[in-house]
């Protein structure tokens, strides 16, 4: 496994296990089978409503909980209660501390929000606070009237999506990049595809998503893929095993399509859309 270092010190593992649209049983199952395939942190969310199967599923897996690094998100609908909501993760997630607590999105009245965590971080419920969906503008207007420098952004950044230019902002403020979505959601089978990939993935012995992976870590991002299948969960995870060259690194960056699945938070199409959410 290889970590990245937060601003502040703390050690965040390099690959972790995404639970977006995980429910119920299979949810718990494939946090406990991630858990003991190696995965060490395991990323949730107030809005996907499955932090306490994802809890359960840390509770099963039967590692020390102080090996682990849940990572959760407070719903930008619950952001004047963003303490509340918080305390209410630690109870789902059957533990006293977080390792990493995000506000979701840029919507509603985020400031508020950051103070709150800023609140937790002084109290010592949460090692380190970070923001999700966050454009640079808004990442630097939230830095520059506040205490706390988010630790990470998390945004949706996979191969058509590579985001050298938010990277370039957050490196310059120190705030880690992590990636969600980095198989682009499984809806981008032309990306699992692309000759470049499955040349790599060929002269490597490694499948498709492993070379992804690689690519996104090697470059020092995060990544949270999610699965059920178990051969895909240990997939997910075996990347440290073999090294992209220079001259590889830059043939997979020339694939990129600065273009988000999911969207940028400025679009008025998605903050109208993120009503109903
Ligand atoms: P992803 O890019 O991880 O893709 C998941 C899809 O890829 C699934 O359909 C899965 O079956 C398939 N897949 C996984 N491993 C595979 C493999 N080895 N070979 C072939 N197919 C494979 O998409 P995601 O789940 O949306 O993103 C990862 C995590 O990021 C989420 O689970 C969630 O934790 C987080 N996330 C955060 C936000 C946010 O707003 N902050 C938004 C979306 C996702």
């Not at 509770?59 to 090996?67: K, L, Q, T």
Request: aromatic share 10%; net charge negative.
């Amino acid at each position: 496994m290889e970590y990245l270092t937060l601003h502040n010190g703390v050690r965040m593992p390099l690959a972790g296990f995404g639970t977006f649209m995980l429910s119920g049983e299979s949810c718990v199952h494939a946090v406990a089978e991630a858990i003991r395939s190696g995965y060490r942190m395991i990323d949730t969310a107030e809005a996907y409503g499955n932090e306490k199967e994802a809890g359960e599923g840390i509770r099963r897996s039967g590692i020390d909980r102080r090996e682990l690094f849940p990572v959760t998100k407070v719903n930008f609908k619950s952001y004047e209660h963003a303490e509340e909501t918080a305390m209410q993760s630690l109870a789902h997630l059957q533990t006293d501390y977080i390792d990493l607590l995000l506000l979701h999105w840029p919507f509603a009245n985020y400031y508020a929000a950051w103070r709150a965590l800023e609140k937790l971080y002084a109290g010592g419920r949460v090692r380190a606070i970070g923001v999700s969906n966050f454009e640079p503008d808004q990442l630097l207007d939230l830095i520059a009237y506040n205490k706390v420098v988010p630790a990470v952004n998390q945004i949706e950044t996979n191969l058509y999506c590579q985001r050298g230019t938010e990277r370039g902002w957050m490196d310059k403020k120190q705030v880690a990049h992590m990636a969600y979505a980095p198989l682009g959601q499984g809806n981008r089978n032309e990306m699992f595809g692309e000759p470049a990939v499955l040349a790599l993935a060929e002269k490597y012995g490694r499948t498709s998503a492993q070379v992804m992976l690689r690519f996104l870590t090697q470059k020092g991002i995060a990544v949270i893929p999610r699965s059920t299948q178990p051969a895909h969960i240990r997939e997910n995870f075996d990347l440290f095993g073999f090294t992209l060259s220079d001259y590889e690194m830059a043939a997979l960056s020339a694939l990129d399509r600065r273009e988000p699945l999911i969207g940028r938070p400025e679009t008025p199409e998605l903050v109208e859309f993120s009503l109903t959410w």
